[in-house]
């Protein structure tokens, strides 16, 4: 090659040979380094895909319910509820509950008060409704007194003229099909586990008979007269009338084999429920068959839909929502950025625009990014001490006349704590962005025979904007999936009205979620996990739009 | 001995500078330089580099006391005021005497904010004012026919040369009497820094120029006086300094046709600096 002849002439410059073997080091030094990145890379996806897998596999999944009655069988051709009006669906419920269609009228529709009820017109309990044509006065007693060919009718329509679709739909979800989710199963389980042979289903079928075939000899071999007491009986008896040893020994002989034999019997039952409980291992649907017969199996369900995100709290998991704390955690944000946002840039903007060099100033500038490390469990204390107990007339909002003081734990105090917990954050970040302001735009403008202050805030603020909104969003985005702070602050796990301000009761996303994960049954893990997928999404969410404001500005 | 210019006590000079000295912490950056700034007229600061042209350029509009520790002395006397009086606000100073920097710096904004950014801080709000303002100082820099159609743009979207005639025009927006610039044009091309001088000569006319430069032509073509710094690196009891002082002052011509002074000689005949 060409480059061979170009050797160096300085003396302290490698030899060709040297060189070679060096350039061979140094390219495998680099690769040994790449190999390294990748490993490191490799170790983020895996953990990424972990998570996100692990919260996926959760949320979604199996699970079997029963009804008290099936739905399917209320209407006549098996369609959809949805589908009818409410006549019929009014009729449905007439049809199923009979007598006590009355009970439901009391307690779910009736304004009257329930002594005055049976005595009561039917005007009276619905005073703005529609009511069936001729019986508008006509008391309660009365129509019950008629004979049900003509009293359902003035029911059915007295219902279905007052009841919207959906509540007529609940009511027949609550009072007759009653539905209970009786297992559920995870995303993986339900799409590599769900099936299992017909044989194996049929053999689960089986099993249950023949153990109680078993059992039932097992029993009788142990009965008072039973096989194993008569032998015992006969050794006894021959042991009393002293009968030769032959006969004894094989009487006893008699004994032991009774014995073995119920022995045996117990091993083959073990067996037999082992069996069992591998065959249930198997799949969705033997598990299923094992344990509730008769339970319907809805194989793919998502716990996280339209409903779990707009219906409040509840103990129920099926019926559990969040929007309690979807609000919660909103409001929070919402008051965490109105505090800690004009606090933070306000302490960045003295720190770096009017500071001087100063003992004071320095203390101050180091202990702000120490407490950006500061475990945010003690912030929780903080709260709890300062803005729950002392200031309690502010938090709660008693002094601002707000009649139901929640005690201090409120939306406030949270707020205010986790605005704490990330004003250093945002401090720092402010800081660094007006430190990227050029000197050269300062000094352009105190040229023109700018104030500081006219400076700061005509050129030095808008050009560190975008820095200061990146940091705002990314520690706002950090406060919203705190729990310890919020768990010591005092919020409510068990919330069933909507956090409507500063100062009401709250509960939040990750509250929600911790709480869900702390009790045993499966299926509040399951409602944790798609939880736990919608806080996930608002702090994506959060995080790409600092992205975003950080790519459009970066000059 | 430090070197002292001629001047007239009686003449109304823009702004006369008066045995000034001026420090950054304890370091003595330039020591008892006199000079006199005539009205009206372009006057050069020549000299190597770190003779504290910039530093002298800066203590004529206060900028200085934006860099914590540096500090002036002496008398920068402005109609009959010593700038440096306690009574005396910098930013009135700046206001009244106008800075071209020498990387173009303008806002990040758009060309009209730009030129508005002065008035506005002024208290003057009514858009056709401003309209009229952003004119004229547009025209005054020479701008106005190039941006005119899109005056919303961002002043960022300009040429450098442009950018530098925005800052002039911004500068001027605000009416100054003197404008100081700190080589304007180093960061420029040979034709938009002929461009600069033409407009020095003209539509500037009316204002007191004050220019660094490290370009002999250029304080030789644009320049009517030109005031030479050097670096002292002993005094006369052979200490080791090291300061920037006045090593001449005069016109233009006479400087470069005829300087008093060997160092001079050396300096404009490019040897050394
Ligand atoms: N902010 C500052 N702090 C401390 N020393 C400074 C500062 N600015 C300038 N100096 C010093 O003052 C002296 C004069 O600097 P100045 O910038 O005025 O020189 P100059 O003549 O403008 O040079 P150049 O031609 O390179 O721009 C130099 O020794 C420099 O190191
Ligand atoms: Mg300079």
Redesign the interface.
Known sequence: MTMESHTPTSSYMPDEATFKKRLAGRHRRAGAWLGFYYFAIGISLVALIALFGNVINEAFGSIAVQFEVDPDTLTEDGADLNSLDETQLAQILVDQLGGRIVVLIRDELSAVASEDFTSATLAQLVPNGTLPDGYEDATVEEVRALDSEEAMPVWRDLIALNVPKDGLLNLINDQIVSLEVVGSWPLLEALFAYDAPSETVDRIATIPTEIAALASELEDLRSETGGIAQAETALADARRDQADDATITSLREAVREQQARATDIETQIDQLDEELETLEDSSIVTEVAANYPDARIIRFQSWLDTQFLTTQMSSTPYEAGIRGAILGSLWLMAVVIVFALPVGVATAIYLNEYA??NFLNRLIETNVRNLAGVPSIIYGMLGLAVFVRVLEPFTSGSIFGVADAANGRTVLSAALTLGLLILPIIIINAQEALRAV?N????????????KW?TIW??VL??ALPGILTGLILSVSRAIGETAPLIVVGASTLLFTDPNGPFSKFTALPIQIYNWTARPQDQFRDIAAAAIIVLLVIVIALNSVAIVLRNRYA? | MVYQPEYDDNQDYAVMLDDVNVFYGDYQAVKDVTIPVEKGRITAFIGPSGCGKSTVLRAINRMNDLVEGARVTGNVQYHGKNLYDADVDPVEVRRRIGMVFQKPNPFPKSIYDNVAYGPRLLGVNKKPILDEIVEKSLRGAALWDEVKNDLRKSGLALSGGQQQRLCIARTIAVEPDIILMDEPASALDPIATQRIEQLMREELSEYTIIIVTHNMQQAQRASDYVAFFNIRKRDQNNQEIRWGELAEFGETDQVFNNPSSAETAEYIAGRFG
């Open positions: 001087t060099d050029p050269a735009l300062r000094e352009a403008s105190y040229g023109m025979g700018a104030t006219q005509k050129i808008p050009s000059r």
